[in-house]
């Protein structure tokens, strides 16, 4: 399971990414969900002087998990009835 940005693009530790309220942060690190019904968490620090630290759901820096089971259950649960989506072996 990787985090991707909204470019498609691998986020890694260092990258800035901007969260929804505008405010420019750099990533620090990452949890991945550890279940269908979670999204995980991203850690950042802010740019300004008081380099606070936090933790936001990925989607508020723009951000989203492709790849791995927990993703393939979540694309499955949410996708349209009659939408075929392939699941790894063992989650059929």
Known sequence: ???INKKGQT??????ARTSS????????WREPQHVASTGRVYVVSTDERKFHREYFP??????WVGGEVAAIRCYV?????????L?????
């Open 59 to 64: 989607s508020v820096c723009g951000m989203q």
């Open 88 to 92: 790894p072996e063992g989650l059929k």
């Open 1 to 3: 399971m990787k985090l």
């Open 22 to 29: 505008g405010e420019v942060v750099i990533i620090t690190g």
């Open 78 to 86: 949410t996708s349209k009835l009659g939408d075929e989506v392939q």
């Open 11 to 16: 986020v890694s530790v260092g990258d800035t």
